[in-house]
DNA sequence: TCTGATTCAGACCAAATGGTCCACATCGCA
DNA sequence: TGCGATGTGGACCATTTGGTCTGAATCAGA
């Protein structure tokens, strides 16, 4: 009972914060939202600030999973498949955790930074070098490590955070299973073959 | 002179909003930054959506323009190369601009959508028509047009977007000349011949 | 120089909002 | 049953902040 209230509030929370921002959304809106009172939320979450970041803090746990998956043992072609299909199932069932980690980022990331700096140079130092051993054995075309992580990642995320503007353009989204499904085979084609015509 | 003080206001509201949304920046800020009074800014501007929507209207006339570019008669090679040097070069010289443009569209762009809707719609269509006739005269692999589109914004503006996640992981921004070139050849490379050895 | 419009600043106001206080309920347990 | 710890909510407070009001400087033209 008091596990689902608490998660009731951060669900809220996450809902409203990857909407309007730390400052665009009030502690009565989300009290409201989760159906508590505001002295209620507080005293559950001291300040705004800790609500803030006990949200953020759950979110990266999901967030950073599907990179641990690659390693040198796996084919990189299937590798990079499934790497993009998970990312792009996160981006289609958890777009506020998608938003609200661009927005947190984008501002700086004044308040994750801090914990989120270290490990995540880590694992992707990790996952350089995982990359960089399949160049080696010329399994993968030689292309710097990093970009095409934030290859995968960028194209991945577009779909959840500008989610209004493939909307507008396209007139669908990942929600429509043929439309995540055409999306997915697009973006396994373009990162695997490009588009040079062969 | 009253035209240098309407650009410096818009010009710190632009960093400022940028970097804290709009609920994030008191006017006060802004019109410190700007070096006016409060007063001051409430003169040229009426209130704070006046000013906002000032902004992203001026954003908007930058933004969108590189795409204009692309016409059947280029080599597509030649023009997505172009097009993601234009838009590298956006990310690294404007970068305020790409962040509150992602932040307006993540919230689901309430004050742009409407007068941006149709106008994306119609210029992405008809780049969709010549990126088609590209395939069709087998210039370029078949892809969907519209997925080759979002990637070429989403991996470009994911450098201005997530510069802080870029530089916590690669240790280095845009603004680094040689890392500006070996991002752009990394992105020109991956979007044309992907990762799959040939 | 006079005059009216434009430009600017300081004081002020009202609403929103993060957070506190206190009083009351409820529940596990001696 | 009694009692402390855990929850819960209504009233309240202090600060921030968007925006107004009043009045003064400045400037253009007669």
Redesign the interface.
């Known amino acids: 009972m008091i596990e689902s209230k608490r998660a009731s509030i951060l669900q809220a929370a996450l809902e409203l914060f990857s909407?309007?921002?730390?400052?665009?959304t009030s502690l009565d809106q989300v009290a409201t939202q989760a159906d508590v009172s505001k002295t209620n939320l507080l005293y559950y979450f001291g300040n705004k600030e800790e609500l803030y970041t006990n949200v953020l803090r759950q979110l990266l746990e999901v967030w950073l999973q599907p990179l641990q998956a690659f390693s040198v043992e796996q084919d990189?072609?299937e590798a990079?498949r499934d790497y993009l299909r998970v990312k792009l199932e996160l981006s289609r069932d958890h777009p506020a955790e998608s938003?609200l980690f661009?927005?947190e980022?984008?501002?700086?990331?004044p308040l994750l930074?801090g914990e989120?700096?270290q490990p995540?140079?880590d694992l992707?130092e990790n996952k350089v070098a995982v990359i960089q051993a399949w160049i080696d054995a010329?399994?993968?075309?030689p292309?710097?490590p990093?970009?095409?992580?934030?290859?995968l990642?960028?194209?991945t995320?577009?779909?959840a955070?500008?989610r209004?503007?493939?909307e507008?353009?396209?007139g669908k989204t990942l929600d429509d299973p043929a439309f995540f499904e055409?999306?997915l085979k697009?973006?396994q084609?373009?990162?695997?073959?490009?588009?040079?015509?062969?």
């Open positions: 909407r309007f921002g730390l400052h665009g990189p072609v990079i938003r661009c927005m980022i984008m501002q700086g990331a930074l989120l700096q995540l140079h992707v010329g399994k993968l075309a292309i710097a990093h970009h095409l992580i934030f290859s990642w960028a194209t995320q577009h779909y955070d500008f209004v503007q493939v507008a353009v396209a055409e999306t697009s973006l084609s373009l990162i695997l073959d490009g588009v040079r015509p062969r």
